[in-house]
């Protein structure tokens, strides 16, 4: 199946740790990004990578480390996590500047 | 950086209404898109419409680029169409999608 997929679906951690959340899309996309949606449904922008070079940082803190192996993959890794890091991430893909994004199912991620 | 609004933020209709969802952006555009989010949480892109009509199914929309706006037409509404309607614009060129805060619908049946 074509599609974005995001790992794991469900992660719950305690305060401190350090975790990552791996994407991948077998789309031939060109631009992945990572978006976090808090618990009232907004979508914020995270990062933006094009050909596996970071385009956008979105005034994410510096404990947010995206990490792009290749076109294909795009992982986030979070360092020192805290309670408001709890949200769901999503990650997307497209042609730069085209259509349709295509989302993951999404990272619902809980620190207790 | 552009500003997009929705409204209404929450809508209730009974199966089978009719409904009309806007979203209103504070720059022009060259990438306008809508998406529904389910009950479940998957994000699903419905159309990419900066300009014009498009229809799917019962769905359609109609952006006017001019007065900087879009609108999303639901007709004969389902259960199914239950979830959070978001529209979303570039901050600018290429950039990535900026997303109003959604229009909650749920559909009774």
């Known amino acids: 199946d074509t599609a974005v997929s995001q790992t794991p679906k469900y992660l719950v951690t305690q305060m401190g740790n350090d975790k990552s959340i791996k994407c991948e899309q077998n789309l031939g996309h060109d631009t992945m990004y990572w978006y976090k949606q808090d618990s009232k449904k907004f979508l914020k922008i995270m990062f933006s990578y094009n050909n596996k070079e970071l385009i956008i940082n979105e005034t994410v803190p510096n404990r947010f480390s995206p990490k792009s192996p290749d076109k294909a993959h795009l992982n986030l890794h979070i360092n020192s996590l805290e309670l408001g890091d709890s949200a769901v991430y999503f990650c997307?893909?497209?042609?730069?500047?085209?259509?349709?994004?295509?989302f993951g199912s999404g990272t619902r991620l809980t620190v207790v | 950086g552009i500003q997009v609004e929705q409204s209404p933020p929450d809508l209730i209709l009974q199966e089978g209404a009719n409904s009309t969802l806007r979203c209103n952006f504070s720059?022009?555009?060259?990438?306008l898109q809508w998406f529904h989010q389910n009950p479940w949480g998957q994000l699903i892109n419905l159309f990419y419409?900066?300009?014009g009509t498009k229809q799917n199914g019962r769905l359609s929309a109609t952006t006017v680029a001019t007065e900087r706006y879009s609108l999303l037409y639901i007709s004969s509404s389902q259960t199914t169409d239950s979830g959070v309607y978001f529209c979303?614009?570039?901050?600018?060129?290429?950039?990535?999608?900026?997303f109003g805060k959604g229009t909650r619908l749920s559909v009774i049946a």
């Open positions: 720059d022009s555009v060259n990438n």
């Open positions: 997307a893909s497209s042609y730069t500047g085209e259509v349709g994004y295509t």
């Open positions: 979303a614009a570039p901050l600018s060129g290429n950039t990535p999608l900026v």
């Open positions: 419409i900066p300009s």
